[in-house]
């Protein structure tokens, strides 16, 4: 009989720990609550659905810390980014995905696999001690009734902050006669364009006006419990940013630089880019759009973008509440709950942000698990490595008092020796290569060998 496990939340966290939990040998039940109870943002009950953006940011594993992390996360046989390749779509130097397709394939994975059992319930509260090893990676919308029950056993309030999602368009709807496919400095992409992006030119009076009509426009309201609730800095509102200063726009997702529209000899004031959302490529998502304008509003406003004017939306931007737990404070570096260590926490409940760094915690809180039930030590991956330095900054490494979400980025990584007299870009690519080797060594030893224990 094999060792046994319960994962609750069937996220890119949570599919990605039964995954490696399986792959090793444990049976696996995959708790998931949707269809039976939905969520504010999830709109399917496909297993790692991917709510937000379709994009899993920086492919580029030299000079990058994320492309670093996919690149680590591969050599660890990830579901996620196997999943992620196999449906990728042309993305510059990053990597964006068919929504649809990804999380399909996830779930066909899992479905398909003779340890993993899926369960479609609810649970709403936190096992006990009887249920064995359990993982918690219900995401930054975790139940009401699961939430308190976190709450309780922490002793801690619940920390947590809004996130906003972007628009995305119907292709067809774009007027080409404004505007042109270019990726930024005509930077060649996985798959060798150099055109993968739509970019939408403004002048300058009117991104003024387009600034000012954000400004007056009609966001949700929000809860008062809610009001005090923090933005998280890499995914802001444009709203938001637009009232830090009239400019902060054209420094940031607006900046024109690296785009020349071919037929001026002007470059725009601001540029707005879309992102292919969908293999087909009749879904373009709104680069850096995340939003609280009213529905209506963001229809009025984004329809006087050039190139816009008769735009169709698939899905319109959205604002949901995340939560998350001082994981520095209350998790030790097996992402055990201290008080209670038969429970684990994975993917962005723990602290961490964006899609790659959730699966990321789930891949490794899956081979903790994994090695705990099988009777090998749990080793951690070197600091040195993407995983580790992620793991690290959550388990202890970030300050308990003021713990905010993070994605993964070089500051987290142990510097290279200063007698080494590497700097700028040549310090990331050794990084990198540091990572590497370390991550290979890691590996060796880290990999449980249980898959015959039925």
């Known amino acids: 009989m094999a060792a046994q496990l319960h994962i609750i939340g069937g996220g890119l ?112 509260d936190l096992p006990g001690p009887d249920w064995g090893s359990v993982i918690v990676a219900t995401g930054p919308l975790t139940s009401a009734s699961l939430g308190a029950a976190i709450g ?58 387009f600034v000012g009509a954000l400004l007056a426009g009609e966001k949700t309201d929000f809860k008062q419990w809610e009001k005090s609730t923090p933005y998280f800095e890499a995914c802001l509102p444009i709203e938001v940013m637009a009232a830090r ?48 304008l009213k529905h209506a509003e963001q229809v009025r406003i984004f329809r006087t973008i050039p190139g816009l004017e008769n735009a169709q939306f698939a899905r319109l931007g959205g604002l949901h509440r995340n939560t998350f737990i001082n994981s520095p404070r209350l998790l030790d570096t097996q992402l055990r709950l201290k008080s209670r260590p038969h429970l684990r926490f994975a993917g962005q409940i723990t602290g961490v942000e964006g899609y790659v760094e959730s699966a990321a915690i789930g891949l490794l809180a899956g081979r903790f698990a994994a090695q705990e039930a099988l009777g090998m030590p749990a080793a951690p991956p070197p600091a040195t490595t993407a995983l580790g330095a992620l793991l690290s900054h959550i388990t202890g490494g970030a300050d308990a008092r003021t713990f905010q979400p993070m994605n993964v980025n070089f ?36 990999r449980p060998q249980g898959a015959a224990a039925e």
């Not at 142990?414 to 080797?437: C, N, T, V």
Request: with cysteine.
């Open 13 to 124: 966290a949570g599919s990605e720990a039964a995954w490696q939990a399986a792959e090793s040998g444990l049976a696996v039940t995959l708790h998931e609550m949707r269809p039976r109870k939905g969520t504010e943002a999830h709109q399917t009950d496909s297993l790692a659905e991917l709510v937000c953006s379709n994009s899993f940011r920086s492919d580029d594993a030299a000079n990058n810390a994320v492309g670093l992390l996919h690149e680590e996360m591969r050599r660890a046989e990830s579901l996620i980014m196997r999943a992620a390749d196999a449906c990728k779509l042309p993305a510059g130097g990053a990597l964006a995905v068919d929504r649809h397709g990804f999380s399909a394939a996830v779930s066909k994975a899992l479905e398909n696999h003779p340890r993993v059992t899926l369960a479609r319930e609810e649970i709403a």
């Open 411 to 446: 500051g987290l990584f142990p510097e290279i020796p200063k007698s080494a007299k590497i700097r700028g870009k040549d310090r990331k690519q050794a990084m990198s290569a540091r990572a590497l080797q370390d991550l290979s060594h890691w590996l060796d030893g880290a």
């Open 152 to 209: 309780a056993a922490t002793g801690q309030d619940q920390l947590a902050f809004f996130d906003a999602i972007a628009p995305i368009v119907h292709r067809e709807s774009i007027n080409f006669d404004i505007a042109w496919f270019q990726s930024r400095y005509d930077k060649e992409g996985p798959g060798g364009g150099v055109a993968d992006y739509i970019n939408l030119p403004l002048d300058e009076v009117q991104y003024k006006n």
């Open 245 to 292: 200063g009239e400019q902060t726009l054209a420094f940031g997702p607006m900046k024109p630089v690296g785009l020349q529209d071919p037929r001026s000899s002007q470059r725009p004031h601001a540029v707005v880019q879309l992102r292919q959302d969908n293999a087909l490529g009749t879904l373009w998502n709104m680069v850096g759009f995340q939003t609280k």
